[in-house]
C-alpha cells in the first residue's frame, strides 16, 4: 500500500509539472488573444489541481521507489498523465473525439509528430504552440528517462549509457550523480535548441516558426505549423538548417554535452555510433537522389538530391517533417527511408527505433558466430571502440531486438484484422512505433491519421508508447511474475 501511495505521489508531481507547462500557452494565448484562453485556462487549473492533490494527500509517503513501482510509474507517467494533457484540445476543438486528441498528445510526447488534425495554418498559435511544447518537453524527458529512470529500474541508466556508448561517452566523463547528469544533458539540449532557434529565423522563417520548428526538430517530433509542413516554405536554406540540427538531434546528447564542455569536436571523433549512422544515411541520401533522378521522378541530379537528403534524413532519424509527398516515388526508397527509421538513430538521443549500437552488437554477435563456426576451439571477444561488450548486453540486445520485431508484426496484424491493406498497416506501425510521423498510402505525407477508425487510432497510439519506452518497461506488465509478490 506505501508503493501505492509513493506512486501516486510522484504522479501527481508530474501532473503538476505538464500543469506548469500548459500555462506557458494560457500566456501566449491571452498576449495574442486567439481565442484559446478559456480552453488553456480550464485545462491548466483543472491539471494544477489534480497534480496538487494527489501530491499533498500523499505527502507523508515513502520517498524511495522499488523497481515495480518504478515500472507502473513509467507506464503512468507516460500513458494517464497524458489525459490531462488533451484538456485544451478538446475544451477548443469540440469536435475532436478523445482518441483523437490522445494520440495527438502522444504522437507530441513521444516525439512521433503524427497527426489527426487538418486546418494547422489557421489554429490558433496557443494550441499549435502546444503541440510543439509537448515534443519538446517529450524529447528531454527520453534522454532524462535513459539516464535517471532506467537505473533506478535496473535496466539501464549509467550502465546502459555506458555499455551503448563504448568509446564515445564513458560513465566517467559525464556527471557522477543521475541528477547532475540530467542537468548536464538539458543543457546541451537546450544550448542546441536556441541556436537552432536562431539559425531557422536567419533561414527565413517568422520568430513563433522557428520557435515551434526548433522544438519539433531537437525532439525530432516532426510536428509543423503548416499542413504542407515544411514544404509550406519551399526554402532550401530552411531545409539545409533543419537536416543539420536534425542530424544533430539523432546523436548521443552525452556526445554533444562532452563537446560543449570540452570546447572540443573531439568527443565526435569517437563516437562509434555517429560515424555510423552518418555513413547509411548519407549514403542513403545519395542513393535515393539517384533512383529518383533514375526514374524520372526529377529532372535533373541535384533536385533529386535536394528533395532525397531532407525527407531521407526527416524519416532515418525519426523526425517526421516533410517536402514531398515521398509515398508517390518509386516504393523502394519510402520503403527504405523506413527501414532506416528502425535503426539509425543513436542511444541517448531523441530518436526512436532499435538504435545504432544495438544495431551494431548484433551485426558483431553475426560476423563472431561465423567466425566460431570456422575456428570452433578459438576464443574471441566482441569489442567495439576499444571497450569489450560482455555476453549480458548481447544477450540483452537480443532479447530487445527480438522483442522489437514480435511487437511489430503483432500490431501490424491487428491493423490487418481490421481492414486495412498491407502497406498502410506495415507503414503505420513501422513510423508509430519508431516514432518516425508519416506513413505511407492513407498514412502517407500528403494525407494524416484522421482517415483511421477509433480502433486503428488506438493501435497506433499503443505502439507509439511502446516504442517510446522501448518496449520492456510496458510489456512487463503483462508477465504474471511482476504481480505476485
Keep these: 500500500m506505501n508503493g501505492f501511495f509513493t506512486i501516486v505521489h510522484i504522479f501527481g508531481v508530474a501532473v503538476m509539472v505538464f500543469g506548469g507547462l500548459m500555462s506557458t500557452c494560457l500566456i501566449t494565448s491571452s498576449i495574442a488573444d486567439d481565442g484559446a484562453t478559456t480552453a488553456f485556462y480550464q485545462g491548466t487549473w483543472i491539471t494544477l489541481l489534480s497534480g496538487a492533490l494527489m501530491f499533498v494527500l500523499t505527502r507523508h509517503s515513502p520517498k524511495k521507489v522499488s523497481r515495480k513501482a518504478g515500472f507502473l510509474l513509467v507506464t503512468m507517467c507516460w500513458s494517464l ?15 475532436l473525439k478523445f482518441v483523437d486528441a490522445y494520440f495527438e498528445v502522444i504522437s507530441g510526447l513521444s516525439t512521433t509528430g503524427a497527426t489527426v488534425l487538418s486546418g494547422l495554418d489557421s489554429l490558433p498559435m496557443s494550441i499549435n504552440l502546444w503541440r510543439h511544447e509537448l515534443t519538446w518537453f517529450g524529447g528531454i524527458g527520453i ?4 539516464v535517471a529512470i532506467l537505473p533506478i529500474l535496473g535496466i539501464g541508466g549509467m550502465q546502459l549509457l555506458k555499455s551503448e556508448s563504448p568509446g564515445a561517452v564513458k560513465e566517467s566523463d559525464l556527471p557522477p550523480r543521475i541528477a547532475q547528469t540530467a542537468k548536464a544533458l538539458w543543457l546541451a539540449y537546450v544550448v542546441i535548441t536556441f541556436i537552432c532557434v536562431i539559425s531557422l529565423h536567419v533561414a527565413g522563417m517568422s520568430w513563433f516558426d522557428a520557435v515551434c520548428h526548433a522544438f519539433a526538430a531537437m525532439s525530432l517530433g516532426g510536428f509543423s505549423t503548416h499542413d504542407a509542413s515544411i514544404g509550406y516554405f519551399n526554402s532550401l536554406p530552411i531545409e539545409i538548417v533543419l537536416t543539420v540540427f536534425q542530424l544533430l538531434a539523432a546523436m548521443n546528447f552525452g556526445t554533444h554535452f562532452l563537446a560543449l564542455h570540452k570546447r572540443s569536436l573531439k568527443p565526435y571523433s569517437k563516437d562509434i555510433e555517429l560515424r555510423a549512422m552518418l555513413i547509411l544515411v548519407l549514403g ?13 521522378t526529377y529532372s535533373d541530379f541535384f533536385t533529386a538530391l535536394r528533395h532525397a537528403t531532407f525527407n531521407v534524413v526527416t524519416v532515418a532519424t525519426t523526425s517526421g517533417f516533410m517536402t514531398q509527398d515521398f509515398n ?17 538513430a543513436s542511444s541517448g538521443s531523441t530518436g526512436g527505433g532499435i538504435r545504432m549500437i544495438r544495431t551494431i552488437i548484433l551485426m558483431k554477435q553475426a560476423r563472431l558466430e561465423m567466425f566460431k563456426f570456422i575456428h570452433p576451439n578459438a576464443i574471441k571477444i566482441m569489442k567495439i571502440g576499444g571497450s569489450v561488450i560482455g555476453n549480458d548486453v548481447v544477450t540483452s540486445v537480443m532479447g530487445f531486438i527480438f522483442l522489437y520485431f514480435i511487437c511489430v508484426v503483432a500490431m501490424v496484424f491487428a491493423l490487418l484484422l481490421s481492414g486495412l491493406d498491407f502497406i498502410t498497416s506495415l507503414s503505420a506501425i513501422l513510423a508509430c512505433f519508431n516514432n518516425a510521423g508519416p506513413g505511407l498510402n492513407l498514412v502517407g505525407p500528403a494525407s494524416n491519421y484522421s482517415i483511421l477508425s477509433d480502433y486503428q487510432t488506438g493501435v497506433c497510439t499503443f505502439a507509439m508508447l511502446l516504442g517510446r519506452v522501448q518496449i520492456f518497461s510496458i510489456v512487463i506488465l503483462f508477465v504474471p511474475e511482476f504481480w505476485r509478490k
Excluded: D, K, Q
Design 81 to 95: 498523465a497524458s489525459v490531462f494533457c488533451t484538456l485544451p484540445f478538446l475544451l477548443y476543438l469540440h469536435e
Design 143 to 146: 534522454i532524462v528517462f535513459a
Design 284 to 296: 542513403s541520401c545519395v542513393l535515393a537522389a539517384y533512383l529518383l533522378w533514375l526514374n524520372g
Design 328 to 344: 508517390l516515388w518509386p516504393i523502394f526508397v519510402p520503403m527504405w527511408m523506413l527501414f532506416l527509421s528502425c535503426l539509425s
